[in-house]
């Protein structure tokens, strides 16, 4: 399905070095963000205290938010769990308050509030162990992704398609955590699974353009190696449009209208959508060219049949 047909190729690969020069300042940039201001963890990986409440009738959740604040917790996440009427509420730790007072204190909180008083279901306190050892599953869930990613590359296409996939698809991984080191937005288990989810999306887009690459160097043969990668780039816009486009007007949905649930995840995956188009079709496919891809390496020298000893 096309949206549009580009008759003539754009020339892309004219400008690599222009692209990449300006990823690679992107790039630092997010590294040294990173470094100077580090991530802004959420409860789950520093540790705090979960609080469940339910509710004879659904509660209006931003003056709950307002409270917390009121009372010291101004990074209180408070949020819809399993229906409107239950709530679940992440609690940072605070030196000033013992743990075992933090159910009390929320439940003042929430009677003062006003409307239906609220029901005390559950309460966990989630230390700084835990938390490492979810920031330590979650970095070797990342690992092992780009290894997986890295090993279906080289099988399926070339190694030199692999490494240009990775430092593309790492790229965007990078900036996302730029982003979040910058802006100081609050990064959780929901951010980190939009950081994992872009990583095969990014994916999936390197792959439609190395599979019209191969397509075009069999199909091809009097174009030069950088002609077959603006060919191959062009005639994917179409699809790339579309596919991109309808994701990102469910992101920007979620975004607008998920509430601050789902507000940091969307904002994860809008900003990976983003550069995993640039990074896919303007960083990935010069990397191709110059790490020396060509029509050699997708085409088997046929083998000259030996004539019969008579």
């Known amino acids: 399905m096309e949206f549009f047909r580009i008759k003539k190729d754009i020339p892309f690969m004219r400008h690599a070095l222009v692209f990449n020069v300006i990823s690679l300042l992107t790039f630092a940039l997010a590294v040294f963000f990173l470094l100077t201001r580090g991530l802004h ?8 205290t979960l609080v469940e409440v339910s509710y004879a009738q659904a509660p209006q959740l931003e003056p709950i938010r307002e409270a917390l604040a ?9 949020q819809n769990f399993g229906s409107a009427r239950d709530l679940l509420i992440r609690l940072p730790n605070r030196e000033d308050l013992d743990t075992s007072r933090v159910s009390e204190t929320v439940m003042n909180t929430l009677q003062q509030v006003g409307g239906p008083a609220p029901e005390l279901r559950r309460v966990e306190f989630v230390g700084p162990q835990v938390g490492k050892e979810l920031a330590a599953d979650g970095s070797m869930a990342l690992l092992l992704v780009i290894v997986g990613i890295m090993i279906y590359l080289a099988l399926r296409f070339e190694w030199r398609f692999a490494v240009s996939a990775i430092i593309a698809n790492l790229h965007d991984v990078i900036i996302i955590l730029g982003f979040f080191a910058f802006f100081q937005w609050e990064f959780s288990l929901p ?33 030069t190696t950088p002609q077959v990668l603006d060919h191959a780039i062009t005639s994917t816009i ?11 007007v469910m992101v920007l949905s979620m975004l607008v209208f998920g509430g601050e649930t789902l507000y940091y995840f969307s904002l994860a995956l809008t900003i ?10 303007l960083v ?11 029509r050699e390496q997708f085409i088997k020298p046929k083998k000259e049949k030996e004539e019969a000893v008579v």
């Open 41 to 48: 963890l959420s409860v789950e990986f520093t540790g705090g």
């Open 70 to 78: 009121g009372s010291g917790y101004p990074d209180a996440q408070v």
């Open 191 to 223: 951010v980190l699974a939009a950081v994992l989810a872009v990583l095969g999306y990014s994916v999936n887009e390197s792959v439609v353009v190395f599979d019209r690459v191969r397509e075009t160097f069999k199909k091809k043969r009097n174009m």
């Open 238 to 248: 179409s699809r790339t449009v579309i596919t991109h486009g309808s994701t990102q």
């Open 272 to 281: 990976g959508i983003c550069f995993g188009i640039y990074s896919s079709v």
């Open 284 to 294: 990935a496919s010069p990397l191709v060219m110059w790490l020396g891809v060509s």
